[in-house]
């Protein structure tokens, strides 16, 4: 069965500190995609990155960053400086087998100005 | 580009009546997806199309609810009779699917309150 968990449930900082949202996931398929969906106050899922599970090379965004390791099953953001504007609900997501993805709870982060 | 536009983006209805929710896909992608979100269930997948052509609803919670998609532009999701427990944000999205896995574009989604 697949399954993502993502433990925070919510994480207040203070403008400009550097955040990490954790997210482990399950599956026994050996090909499989991970993605992180970045959702603000307004409501819309915004696409933020996909990782598939061939290629554990961690990657930078500006400020975003992403840390994958298949070891820990585990495929965490960070964000650098964090901003007021980065104040949301970001999501981490699985995909095997095509179409079905099973998202994360989510995890709300507040951003202090 | 125009992304995925849903309509509309509120609606509140009295229980027991139908809802229609309306969905545009980005032009050129070949697969559509319902989402509902709620607190307590968070996002789930209610039902998948690709290319036109329903290919899983074991997501739909039971048959008041369908969907369709009479063409690659359009969708619809109905709840008939809605009740107070549908009550809940409804994303759609789409993607290009080329294989073995695509990336879900979402609309803005659609709060419904059904009082």
């Known amino acids: 069965a697949q399954k993502v968990t993502q433990a925070q449930t919510e994480i207040s900082v203070v403008e400009k500190e550097d955040v990490t949202l954790d997210c482990v996931y399950e599956t026994r398929d050996t090909t499989y995609y991970l993605f992180w969906y970045k959702q603000p106050p307004s409501g819309e899922l915004v696409f933020l990155i996909r990782?598939?599970?061939?290629?554990?090379q961690n990657e930078i965004s500006g400020r975003y960053s992403w840390n994958f390791q298949k070891s820990t099953s585990s495929f965490n953001f960070t964000i650098t400086a964090s901003q007021v504007v980065d104040s949301a609900v970001y999501f981490c997501a699985l995909t095997t087998g095509g179409f079905k993805t099973i998202f994360g709870a989510g995890t709300r982060l507040f951003v202090k100005a | 580009d125009a992304g995925v536009i849903q309509s509309p983006r509120h609606e509140v209805t009295e229980m027991g009546q139908e809802v229609t929710l309306r969905c545009k896909p980005i032009s050129g992608h070949n697969s559509l997806f319902w989402y509902r979100q709620t607190m307590m269930r968070g996002l789930e997948l209610l039902i998948y199309f690709n290319n036109n052509v329903p290919i899983d609803d074991s997501g739909m919670p039971e048959d008041r609810f369908s969907a369709k998609m009479p063409n690659a532009s359009f969708s619809t999701l109905k709840i008939q009779p809605s009740e107070p427990r549908d009550s809940a944000v409804y994303f759609c999205a789409s993607s290009l699917f080329t294989g073995p896995i695509d990336t879900q574009y979402f609309g803005p989604g659609t709060r419904l309150t059904v009082l």
């Open positions: 990782r598939n599970s061939f290629d554990e």
